[in-house]
C-alpha cells in the first residue's frame, strides 16, 4: 500500500463530472476518481476550511464515531473493479468497514488519518506525469486554489 495525499477536486468538462485527485506522498503515481457532486462540495469545504453552519454528513459521522469511544486509523483505496473504486474503513480493533473512495477521503480530511492505496489498484489507474506535464499539474493546483465548493453544485455524476 502507498500512502496518499488529496491534492484536490475538479470538475472535468464537457461532462460536469468532479474529480477527486490523488497522489503518491513518496511517489509519482497520481491517482483519479471520479466522484459525485456531493462528495466533491465536501472534500472542497475540508480543504479550504469552511465549517458549515451545521453539520455535514461527515461530519456527523466523525462525530459519531467519537461519541462510540472509536477511533478511525486509515483509510484504504482496496480495489478497482469494472471502473468502480472500492474502499473501506480502518477502525481501532481491525473493524473494517466497506465504503465508496469519495465518502472515505472525506472523512479522512476531517479526521487526520492517512490514505492509503493498494498497488494493484495504483498498477492499474495510477498515472505518471511526466516533467513536461508539470505545469499541467501546478494549473491544476491554481484551479484548485481558485474553485469555490459552489462551483460542484448541481453537477450530477454520470
Known sequence: MSEMRVVGVRVELPANQPILLLRETQGDRYLPIWIGSVEATAIALEQQGVKPARPLTHDLLKDVIGALGR????VRITDLQEGTFYA???????VTVSARPSDSVALALRIGVPIHADESVLAEAGL??????????????????SVSPEDFRGAQPG
Do not use: A, N, Y
Open 128 to 145: 505518471v506525469i511526466p516533467d513536461e506535464q508539470e505545469d499541467e499539474v501546478e494549473k491544476f493546483r491554481e484551479f484548485l486554489d
Open 88 to 94: 473501506e474503513l480502518v477502525f481501532d480493533g481491525g
Open 71 to 74: 477511533r478511525l486509523e486509515q
